[in-house]
């Protein structure tokens, strides 16, 4: 959807549902992806992307 830019959408109809829908999708597959996963490498993934996720301000 989102790669097709403006080849399906005349002057940005309904652009920001399909862009929506495009992320809802890569999320889903990324949320999946994580099930097989122990929590222990789901926190180890978690913090390598974002190191200081658990700090307080």
């Known amino acids: 959807m989102v ?3 403006d080849t399906k959408l005349r002057f940005g109809e309904k652009l ?3 862009i929506a829908e495009d ?3 890569i999320f889903k597959v990324r949320i ?3 099930y097989p996963q122990t929590p ?3 926190y180890h993934n ?3 992307s974002f190191r200081r996720v658990f ?3």
Do not use: D, E, H, K
Request: proline share 0%; with cysteine; hydrophobic share 35%.
């Open 23 to 25: 992320y809802f999708c």
């Open 16 to 18: 920001g549902s399909g």
């Open 40 to 42: 222990r490498v789901q």
């Open 46 to 48: 978690l913090t390598a």
């Open 3 to 5: 790669q097709n830019g």
């Open 32 to 34: 999946q992806a994580m």
């Open 55 to 57: 700090q307080r301000v």
